[in-house]
Nanobody, 119 residues
Framework: QVQLVESGGGLVQAGGSLRLSCAVS????????MGWFRQAPGKEREFVAR????????LYAESVKGRFSISRDNAKDTVYLQMNSLKPEDTGVYYC????????????WGQGTQVTVSS
C-alpha cells in the first residue's frame, strides 16, 4: 500500500526557515510528479509547488516564488520543500501528494504536517 509521510513541520518566527520532507513507500508504479499543498484554518487547500519526477520540471505558486524551493531525491523516493523567509500567512497544514499520470488528479496524499509562523 502506498504511503506518503511528511515531516519537518513546526513553529518558527517570521523570517525563519523550515524544511519539509515527504517520503513515499510501497510504490510499485512509476510516477509523474509530486506536489506540495497547504491549508490554512478556515481556507481551502491551495497549491504550493510541484516537481516532475523524471525531468525535474518545477512549478511554484506566485505567493511562494523566490522563498520556497522544491527538490527530489529519486533514490530515496523523497521530495523536499525548503521554506525560507517565512511569513505568518504561510501558516497551515502542509500536504504532499503524488501524481501518477500527467494531467490527472493527485492520486495519493500524506497526512499533513503543521507549519506555524509567528509574527
Amino acid at each position: 500500500q502506498v504511503q506518503l509521510v511528511e515531516s519537518g513541520g513546526g513553529l518558527v518566527q517570521a523570517g525563519g526557515s523550515l524544511r519539509l520532507s515527504c517520503a513515499v513507500s510501497g510504490r510499485t508504479f512509476s510516477m509523474y510528479a509530486m506536489g506540495w499543498f497547504r491549508q490554512a484554518p478556515g481556507k481551502e487547500r491551495e497549491f504550493v509547488a510541484r516537481i516532475t519526477w523524471g525531468g525535474g520540471y518545477i512549478l511554484y505558486a506566485e505567493s511562494v516564488k523566490g522563498r520556497f524551493s522544491i527538490s527530489r531525491d529519486n533514490a530515496k523516493d523523497t521530495v523536499y520543500l525548503q521554506m525560507n523567509s517565512l511569513k505568518p500567512e504561510d501558516t497551515g497544514v502542509y500536504y504532499c501528494a503524488l501524481q501518477r499520470v500527467s494531467g490527472s488528479t493527485y492520486d495519493y496524499w500524506g497526512q499533513g504536517t503543521q507549519v506555524t509562523v509567528s509574527s
